[in-house]
Structure formats: structure tokens, C-alpha cells
């Protein structure tokens, strides 16, 4: 039954962005649904490059989407040289951020992970 919603809600922002393809909430709905719910990390992804593609986005929101990117190819994907990539272009594009600290403790677990 879950799914099904979800699949519905995804249909609504699909809809939505057909209208008005800068639609950011729709979009950002639309690539969780597609990563978190659907079992399409892939596809939720590439909605989240297409956000970080538009122009006059706030830096906050930029590195916050790198961070959703990095955690669904290490969570959904199991690509952890992905996801430390992301995690490292967080690092250096938004140094000062609080996206950036989590990013560099990210780093940690994952090296004491992959140590271990």
C-alpha cells in the first residue's frame, strides 16, 4: 500500500514539474520518493543534479543535496567510492558548512568501516 502512495505522490510531482520544470519542492519531493521509497536511487539521483543545476541556488541547499546524493549511493546503491566522492566534493565546495563537518565524519565512519 505504501509504494502505491508513494507512486501516486511521485505522478503528482511528475505532473507538477510538466508544468513548472524550476519547481524545486517538486523535484526535491520527487528525487526522495524516487531514492527512499521506489527503489530507484538512480533515477532520484539524477533529479537531485538536475536541482543542483539550476542557477541562483543557495549554497546551504546545494551541499545539502550533494549530501542526500552521497547517502543514496552508500545506503541504496552500496557504491561507497561514489558516495565518499560526493562526500569529499561537499568538503571542498562548501568547506565552512555544517553539510561539510558531517561529510568529514561520514569519511571517518566509512574509513573505520572499510579498516575494520
Known sequence: VFRHKAA????ACVEILEQAPDNVPARAR???L???????????IE?????????DQPDARRAEWLGLIA???????????AGREVLQRV?????????????RRRLQ???AASSA
Request: glycine share 2%.
Open 47 to 55: 533529479q537531485v543534479t538536475l536541482l543542483l543545476d539550476m542557477p
Open 8 to 11: 501516486e505522490a511521485a505522478n
Open 30 to 32: 520527487l528525487a526522495r
Open 91 to 103: 568538503i571542498n565546495e562548501f568547506p565552512q558548512s555544517p553539510q561539510a563537518l558531517s561529510a
Open 34 to 44: 524516487f531514492a527512499e521509497h521506489l527503489d530507484q536511487p538512480d533515477q532520484g
Open 109 to 111: 565512519l566509512l574509513d
Open 71 to 81: 547517502a543514496w549511493h552508500i545506503r541504496y546503491r552500496q557504491d561507497a567510492d
